[in-house]
């Protein structure tokens, strides 16, 4: 899952900006998701981060409150609560022992969950948690809801083992 055209771990920085065009800013960042140093892009519509790799520098991290820019599964800020969910509800696999056909077979693997910044129930953060195969790795997808709808998207994928170039 991703942004459309853009992968983590996958996408270049050029070829980022290739698709995404300029940055208003660009900055050099140590961001504890990559154990080091990391280059960050800021756009009017949010921004990007790019860790140094045996590939060059790659994306790991983005987030928007774009409007325009499809998320994960197709999704995007603007879109209902109950539209995202529906989106990783049922991926084709067999029931758990709970009968969920949830994006996640087994609890081992992430989580999914909704949490309620106040009182209002759609207000909140919607977070989807892949936990890498004993890796140290995450990849983390959230939602972030007011008034039961999308404002922001981030995706970003966190680890202690990835191969940092000087």
């Known amino acids: 899952d991703g942004?459309?055209?853009?992968?983590?771990?996958?996408?270049?920085?050029?070829?980022?900006?290739?698709?995404?065009?300029?940055?208003?800013?660009?900055?050099?960042?140590?961001?504890?998701?990559?154990?080091?140093?990391?280059?960050?892009l800021t756009?009017?519509?949010?921004?990007?981060?790019?860790?140094?790799?045996?590939?060059?520098?790659?994306?790991?991290?983005?987030?928007?409150?774009?409007?325009?820019?499809?998320?994960?599964?197709?999704?995007?800020?603007?879109?209902s609560l109950s539209d995202v969910t529906a989106k990783f509800r049922d991926m084709g696999q067999l029931p758990n022992d709970r009968g969920s056909r949830g994006i996640y077979y087994d609890i081992a693997?992430?989580?999914?969950?909704?949490?309620?910044?106040?009182?209002?129930?759609?207000?909140?953060?919607?977070?989807?948690?892949y936990v890498g195969s004993g890796d140290g790795t995450s990849t983390i997808l959230n939602y972030q809801i007011q008034g039961g709808r999308v404002a922001r998207i981030l995706l970003r994928f966190l680890t202690h083992r990835l191969s940092m170039v000087d």
């Open 109 to 129: 693997q992430g989580y999914a969950r909704y949490t309620v910044a106040s009182d209002d129930p759609l207000t909140g953060l919607l977070e989807y948690v």
């Open 43 to 79: 756009y009017p519509w949010g921004e990007a981060r790019f860790f140094r790799g045996e590939d060059g520098d790659m994306l790991y991290h983005i987030d928007t409150s774009g409007a325009d820019m499809k998320g994960p599964r197709g999704s995007q800020v603007g879109m």
């Open 3 to 40: 942004f459309d055209g853009l992968a983590l771990l996958k996408t270049s920085k050029d070829d980022f900006i290739r698709k995404m065009g300029e940055p208003v800013s660009t900055a050099q960042i140590e961001d504890d998701a990559v154990s080091g140093a990391a280059t960050l």
